[in-house]
């Protein structure tokens, strides 16, 4: 069996896919099952996700994403979009999804109660800023789930998110995009960065023990 570190060691941020090699759903499935369970402040899960397969629709996003090559080489894309807020109305969504799962616990109102009172009088682009880091825990665990399941994958902050937000029309959705990953198979006589080595600081210079 190989291990989890195998596996992170054999991923890297693909360059060049191979658009002949399209990702198996049942792997795609997998990978965004990780993301619906990966934790989040408060459990709150201020973000969605879209996947991308439609040819017209990636290239619009690779025009926007600075002519990234996995864009559409690869067979998807995945869009983390943020909450552009907390409201009121979100959380209550939250609270009752909590409720349904759980049953009416006595401490339940209570907790998501005080959660409003910190995060609503907050200006809108700190509480964006929030949920946005919250959607970058769940891309780790997107990367991972990839990973164990032999995906190729390649994470982006590189394009205009204004563009991407009109694409997908996400404002009207109350949603900004964030970061992307794009899904697929590296094309190994096309990637110049497969053959060189991982690099990645010492534990000595990374880590810092406070006993």
Same mark, same amino acid.
């Given at each position: 069996?190989?291990?989890?570190?195998?596996?992170?060691?054999?991923?890297?941020?693909?360059?060049?896919?191979?658009?002949?090699?399209?990702?198996?759903?049942?792997?795609?499935?997998?990978?965004?099952?990780?993301?619906?369970?990966?934790?989040?402040?408060?459990?709150?899960?201020?973000?969605?996700?879209?996947?991308?397969?439609?040819?017209?629709?990636?290239?619009?996003?690779?025009?926007?994403?600075?002519?990234?090559?996995?864009?559409?080489?690869?067979? $998807?894309?995945?869009?983390?979009?943020?909450?552009?807020?907390?409201?009121?109305?979100?959380?209550?969504?939250?609270?009752?999804?909590?409720?349904?799962?759980?049953?009416?616990?006595?401490?339940?109102?209570?907790?998501?109660?005080?959660?409003?009172?910190?995060?609503?009088?907050?200006?809108?682009?700190?509480?964006?800023? $929030?949920?946005?880091?919250?959607?970058?825990i769940a891309?780790?665990?997107?990367?991972?789930?990839?990973?164990?399941?032999?995906?190729?994958?390649?994470?982006?902050?590189?394009?205009?998110?204004e563009k991407?937000?009109?694409?997908?029309?996400?404002?009207?959705?109350?949603?900004?995009?964030?970061?992307?990953?794009?899904?697929?198979?590296?094309?190994?006589?096309?990637?110049?960065l497969l053959?060189?080595?991982?690099?990645?600081?010492?534990?000595?210079?990374?880590?810092?023990?406070?006993?």
């Open positions: 069996m190989t291990s989890l570190t195998e596996r992170m060691n054999w991923r890297y941020a693909v360059k060049a896919m191979d658009p002949a090699k399209p990702v198996s759903q049942d792997k795609v499935d997998a990978i965004i099952e990780a993301i619906r369970m990966a934790p989040t402040s408060s459990g709150t899960q201020p973000f969605e996700l879209f996947v991308v397969t439609n040819t017209d629709v990636r290239a619009q996003i690779r025009e926007a994403g600075y002519d990234q090559s996995p864009i559409t080489d690869g067979s $998807h894309v995945l869009v983390f979009a943020a909450w552009d807020n907390y409201t009121g109305e979100r959380i209550d969504e939250v609270v009752q999804l909590n409720k349904d799962a759980r049953g009416d616990l006595p401490a339940i109102d209570a907790y998501y109660e005080n959660l409003k009172s910190m995060y609503l009088p907050l200006d809108a682009e700190v509480n964006f800023a $929030h949920a946005a880091r919250q959607a970058y891309l780790g665990f997107a990367l991972l789930a990839a990973a164990e399941h032999g995906v190729d994958s390649t994470p982006m902050e590189g394009f205009v998110p991407v937000d009109e694409i997908l029309g996400l404002r009207e959705k109350g949603l900004r995009s964030v970061v992307m990953l794009a899904l697929g198979e590296r094309n190994t006589e096309a990637d110049w053959p060189l080595p991982k690099v990645r600081k010492s534990l000595d210079t990374l880590v810092t023990t406070v006993d």
